[in-house]
Every structure is written in C-alpha cells, then in structure tokens.
C-alpha cells in the first residue's frame, strides 16, 4: 500500500480497502460508495493526455484500421439493447466514439438521426469522420457545448477513463433531453474480486471500476434515476465470440483465439471453468439512466479535476 491517504473520486470519503496493485498504482475501494479506484488518481489534464494517446495490450488501438474492424464485433453485439433505449430518438451523442463504428451503424438504422461523436485521439476522431459520415469531435464531453439537447447518450467502456464524476455527471444532465437517456457499458465488481480475473486491468489508463452499489450514488448525487439495469457475470464477455474475434497485436495470442473458436462449446466450457474459480465478484453491466423529476443542488468540479 502507498503511504497515502486517498480520498475517494467520486463521494470524497477517505475510508477505503485495499484491493490488489498494478503497474505500480494500488486500486482500493471506497467503504461509503465503493467506487473502486486508484492511488495515486490522476489529474484530468493528465488522464486526458494519457488517453488521447493511450494503447491496450489487447487491441492494436495504434492502427484505426484495426480499431474498427474490432468494435464491430464488440457493437453487433450490444447493439440491440442500444436500439430498445433509441425509440424515438432524433439525436445522440457517442462519448468515446473510436472509429466511429457505432454511428456508422445507427446511421444506416435510422438516417434521419442526429449523430455527433466525441473522441480524445486525434487518429481515431479522423477515422470515425470518415466512416461515420457526421460531425465528429476532439474535445471531452465536460467542454463540449451546443444548443442540442441528446435523446440517448452513450459512454460504451468509456467511464473507467474519465476522472472527474462532477465535471462529467453536470455535462451530461444539461446535454441530455428531459426524457433522454444516457447509456453505460461498464464494469461493476464485490470486493470479493481478485487481480487474476482479469488478465490485465490496464491501469493506469483505467482509474475506477464501479461497486455493486455505485450507479445508484451517481444517480443519487448528480439527479438521475436507474430506467434499465442488467448484469451479466463477466466471464460471458471475456469469453464471447465477439471478444475472441478481436484481433490483437500478439500473433500467437491471435492464432490461440482462432483455434479456440473452432472447438464446438470451448467458449462455454471456459466461462464455467472461470466462474468456478472466482464466483460472481465481477459483472460486464449495461446501465440506462434518465433525469429525476426534480435534481438536487449543482456540484461544483471535483478536486481532481
């Protein structure tokens, strides 16, 4: 453990647990909202240069290329559940948009959309432009201003990146229509997790993971409310057919992947071996959250940011 005293990122209590290191930063989680986050935490010009320019040891995010033909295996397959929330939607922002395949898609759904993208780097933001065929732009959503007001936002993998809940949570309120949704794919975990579930967490280019109890505190705290909630154990994404899909930038990491999905039941059977050894302490999460009827007094700019 650091000789720190951190305090918590997003309800600022200091009362937290260590939970395992990486890389040299600890991850701990808080004991009032448990948030599980990193000691030390970034600063937000920091995380947002790191991001702008970040690779994964899975994806070759380097290659925007690449990039895209892997996101559309991962958005074929949430694509569906975003579509129930987009029902009626004349306008959507895509918060970490990458290569734009997700625009792409709804934009051949429904051409009438409005769509515009956010994206931190620069080769991907170019790319997207190209692919997705709208406004597309270089700049964090907690800077981002316009007079449209978003049906559905969407933060897919994207909320472990940004470092500051008050700055991000007050955007989105005041971009969001007031029956508008803002759509959360994220990791939720029990303090029971343990390092080996995951075979590189990326940190320090991810700062938090949320607790089973988290999404409701956002909402409690920034004035929305939970319109749709499903978790999955984790074990069901880390070995989907859209994960082994993904090609990375390891060649004998690929061909193990290609050789796997050409065993009947392999995926299936690896999933069971996985919840055998760590139970259901980790959950892949798709979250919808939509304003309260009356919001609670504004937040200023977290520490951090």
Known sequence: MTGTNPTCPLCGDSRHRFAFSERGFDLVQCDACELFYIVPFPMAHDQYKTVANYDYDELAIVSPSRHYASSQHFCDEFLPVIRQHLVGARAVLDVGCGTG??????????????????ELNASRAAYAQTKANCEIRQEPVESYQTATRFDAILLMNVLSHVPSFDALFNSLYSLLSDRGVVLLKVGEMTSRVKRSAVYDWAIPDHIHFLGMTTIQRICDKYGFRIVYHERRPVSKDIFSAYKFRSQGRSRL???????????PFALRLLARAYDAVHGKAFYSSFVAIGKQPSRPAMHGASPNS
């Open 101 to 118: 395949y997700l625009l792409e898609r709804l934009g051949q759904l429904d051409p009438r959309l409005i769509r515009v993208g956010l």
């Open 253 to 263: 990491r690929n061909a193990l992947k290609r050789s796997i999905l050409a065993v």
